[in-house]
C-alpha cells in the first residue's frame, strides 16, 4: 500500500512561515492565497495584541505587519517583536503616498526608536524630527534597508552619486561623521552606526552587541 499523504499540520511545519498582523480580514485572505501560491505558510492575527503574541510564541521567516490595529498599534507589537528577536517584518501604512505604504523591509521596522519615512524624506529619533541633509537621509536609509550588514563605503558612494549631489574622496566619512552626531552616536561606542574595518559601515540595534 502507498503511504498516506502528509498531513496538513506536517506539510505546515515544512514550509517558509510567514505571520500576517492586519485587522483586514479579506486583505489577510487574499495574501494568504497570493502567498500560498509560492509555497509560503501564512497564519494571521487581526489585533495588536493577538499579533505581538502570536509573533512571540512561534518561529517565523518573515512578519507582515500593518501599523493601523485594534488593541495597540504596529508600533508597539514592532517593539515586543524586536525584544524577542529578529525576524525580518514588513511594516504596512496608509498613512503616507502610495511610495509609503509599503515603508520595506528593516526600515525604521529594525530600529524601533529610530524611524525612517522615504516618502515624506523625514526620520525621527525617538519621536523628535532630525534635520539630515539629501546625502545623509539617503545614507541613513541605505543603511537601514541593509540593517545588520556592511555596506561599502564605494556602494554607498556609488548611492550618493546616483541622486547627484555634490561627492568627494572622503564623502561617505564625512556623512556618517555628521550623521553620527545628530543621532547621539559615540564613534567608540555606537548605538546605531558601527565602523566595520576595513570594510565599510552597517546600522544595528542599540544595545545590540558587537
Known amino acids: 500500500m502507498p503511504p498516506p499523504p502528509p498531513s496538513k499540520d506536517l506539510l505546515a511545519t515544512a514550509l517558509p512561515r510567514v505571520l500576517l498582523i492586519d485587522d483586514d480580514r479579506d486583505f489577510c485572505a487574499l495574501i494568504t492565497d497570493y502567498l500560498a501560491a509560492f509555497g509560503y505558510h501564512v497564519s494571521a492575527a487581526h ?17 507582515i505587519l500593518d501599523v493601523m490595529l485594534p488593541g ?60 539630515l541633509t539629501p546625502g545623509e537621509f539617503e545614507i541613513l ?25 555634490e561627492v568627494f574622496d572622503r564623502a561617505i566619512d564625512v556623512q556618517i561623521s555628521a550623521l553620527r552626531r545628530k543621532l547621539g552616536d559615540d564613534p567608540k561606542n ?21
Open 47 to 63: 489585533t495588536g495584541p493577538a499579533g505581538a503574541e502570536k509573533a512571540a510564541a512561534e518561529p517565523w521567516q518573515a512578519i
Open 190 to 210: 555606537p548605538r546605531f552606526i558601527r565602523t566595520v574595518r576595513s570594510a565599510g559601515y552597517m546600522l544595528v540595534d542599540p544595545g545590540e552587541e558587537g
Open 141 to 165: 536609509t541605505s543603511l537601514a534597508r541593509a540593517k545588520g550588514r556592511v555596506k561599502t563605503r564605494d556602494h554607498l558612494l556609488a548611492e550618493i552619486r546616483d541622486r547627484e549631489y
Open 72 to 131: 495597540f498599534d504596529g508600533f508597539e507589537v514592532l517593539r515586543r517583536i524586536r525584544r524577542a528577536g529578529d525576524t525580518p517584518v514588513l511594516m504596512l501604512t496608509a498613512r503616507g503616498d502610495e511610495a509609503d505604504q509599503i515603508v520595506g523591509l528593516e526600515i525604521g521596522a529594525a530600529v524601533a526608536e529610530l524611524r525612517i519615512n522615504p516618502g515624506s524624506r523625514r526620520a525621527t529619533l525617538g519621536g523628535k524630527p532630525l534635520a
